[in-house]
């Protein structure tokens, strides 16, 4: 393990408890709020704010024209084509098991994007924890698809509902690994901001458009326990989640960042236990006993298998790059 990943240690474990805390919030807001509403306010404050206090902090963003392309797409991924499904389909899916199925799929889509965009180099645990992961996933959901075939309209809706989780693990892993560059040469506080605002107003406006009551939750007449649901998700989902994740991810890189998903979903699972009522069967735990195990081959990958980043190459007088010495 690198002195660096070391040095996040805590970020890694803070992230990993309050990701896995926040499915609590998200199922407790869309029982009462419209999803799409209730994610795209959430995300717009919180990126508002963050891009205020790093105007305070006199950390400004300090994109060119040229990376603001990204920038857009970095945030229509990671937030407007990731929460938007995932909170539209958690309407018919309890949070733990929503919350295993996203967070299991996050660490193989950044693996795979990472490896198809040169971020990192193959590695043999690297394929044992995408195995492992999708052995998990059969075991949990080869019921609930084949449960289609019985043509209950509920199994449907459930079905169509992991795909849409299903479908934003992996809209989230490409933005995260899209992301890596900016991240090198701007504050990870300043891009969770930009993203966060950006990709809240698009989800905002789809919801203002489409759904029906969304106009009725402009008024904020949602009840004490939805307002605190969505207070908890912009304070520690976004303002404090979403920037230590960036900073994981321009320090310790896609695969190790996102094995942060292979330790959440125990959180959420145990939460849902406890203040849902949400059963947790033999199966469930035999399943996230494989997640464990794939977690683990990710944070044990050798450091070799990360690429240099740019900052880590510096330039001889006659323009040659030589690689800087680890610390």
């Known amino acids: 393990m690198r002195p660096v990943f070391k040095s996040r240690m805590f970020d890694f474990v803070l992230l990993c408890l309050i990701w896995g805390s926040t499915w609590i919030a998200i199922k407790a807001g869309i029982h009462s709020v419209p999803p799409m509403f209730f994610a795209g306010s959430r995300f717009t404050v919180a990126g ?92 949990l959901y080869g019921p609930e698809a084949m449960s289609r075939a019985t043509g209950d309209a509920t199994a449907g809706q459930r079905l169509w509902g992991i795909i849409a989780i299903a479908a934003a693990a992996f809209t989230y892993g490409l933005g995260s690994v899209l992301a890596k560059p900016l991240l090198r040469e701007h504050p990870p506080f300043q891009i969770a901001g930009a993203t966060t605002a950006i990709g809240g107003l698009f989800l905002l406006c789809y919801s203002l458009l489409v759904e029906d009551a969304a106009w009725i939750a402009v008024y904020g007449r949602w009840g004490v326990g939805p307002w605190l649901a969505w207070g908890f998700l912009v304070l520690f989902g976004s303002l404090i989640g979403y920037t230590i994740f960036m900073r994981l991810l321009r320090d310790i890189g896609p695969s190790k960042a996102g094995s942060y998903a292979f330790v959440s979903p125990i959180v959420a699972v145990l ?57």
Request: hydrophobic share 55%.
């Open 271 to 327: 939460l849902g236990e406890v203040w849902l009522g949400e059963e947790v069967s033999l199966l469930d735990l035999a399943a996230m006993t494989l997640m464990m195990m794939a977690a683990y081959l990710a944070l044990r990958a050798e450091d070799s298998s990360a690429l240099p980043a740019k900052d880590a190459m510096e330039d001889l007088p006659d323009g040659r790059p030589v690689r800087k010495p680890r610390r």
């Open 48 to 139: 508002i704010l963050l891009l205020l206090i790093g105007t305070v902090r006199r950390e400004p963003l300090g994109l060119t024209l040229a990376q603001l392309p990204r920038l857009l797409v970095i945030s229509l991924l990671m937030i407007s084509l990731c929460y938007g499904p995932l909170f539209w389909g958690m309407q018919y899916v309890n949070s733990g098991t929503a919350a295993v199925l996203e967070l299991s799929l996050t660490p193989i889509a950044l693996m795979c994007f990472a490896l198809l965009l040169g971020e990192e180099r193959w590695q043999p645990s690297k394929a044992g924890a995408i195995a492992l992961g999708v052995m998990g996933l059969g075991l």
